[in-house]
């Protein structure tokens, strides 16, 4: 098989289902993880440092999160019901994922995502959040994410986050800021967000009021456990955490991060050959 026919095939994999659990499992070459060290005990953390290359503690498939956030995956069951608004049930309701309980075909989703319109934040961390790099700077945190090969920065310099009106500036990842809370633990909150992103894979919106925070706790000297909340008071009647201290671990220096790029003409040829002729629309008129 040609080069080419691989990616196409591993496209096909990446829209499709993002890697269902089996095959996600597949460890990434060179990482470690906590299942390498039995009875590993580890340092204490060095204060106000998150840097470094950082992996699912658990393996690579722990923050696929294929079926929604991975503390409120759409299940069906009444305690992952989402305190939806009647504005922001509707909102839902207008999104066609492909996964979930309400999935459509791919071919009939209108997930902007695998069309390779920006991911958009806090989606890079609700949805296939895989190996990414912190780096510090005595004015910022940046973030590179291995999934699309997107970056962010995280402003640290006292600013705080600007007004969220109708002058705003949408953007597809948001204006962030964030503050050591103690020595470990470090906030940050993201607002401005592009209301045409999706929170995860199944489609759950947000408002242009809504606000996100990160809050990154260094428990130990390979651990970091990740948790974010989402407060969007025109969309949910109440706060609801997303993601509850996920754990990475840190990564030697020498980790070589594997591409994991959206590319238009893979995912128009795998729509042609593969999403249309399953959903029984070969030929509409995109």
Known sequence: MSHRGVLVGFTAVVIVGLFAVGVAQVRVPGAQYDSDF?????????????????EPARGPSDAIQATGARNMPDTGRPEHQLPFTPEGLKANLVNKPAWGPRMVPSAQSNDPQPRCEPQGFPRVLLHNYRTAQIVQTPKQVLVLYQFNRKWRNIWMDGRA?????????????????????DDYTFVAETVGMDERTWLDNVGRPHSWEARVEERYHRRDAVHLDVTVTINDPVYYSKPWVALDRLPLRLQPDTLDIREM??????FERYNREFAEPAAGVQGIAR
Do not use: H, M, Q, T
């Open 261 to 266: 790029e959206c590319s238009p003409s893979e």
């Open 161 to 181: 986050n600007p007004k969220v009106d109708d002058f705003l500036e949408p953007r597809w990842w948001g204006y962030s800021a964030g503050r050591w809370v």
């Open 38 to 54: 039995p009875n590993e005990k580890p340092g204490p953390a060095p204060p106000r440092d998150i840097a470094g290359i950082w």
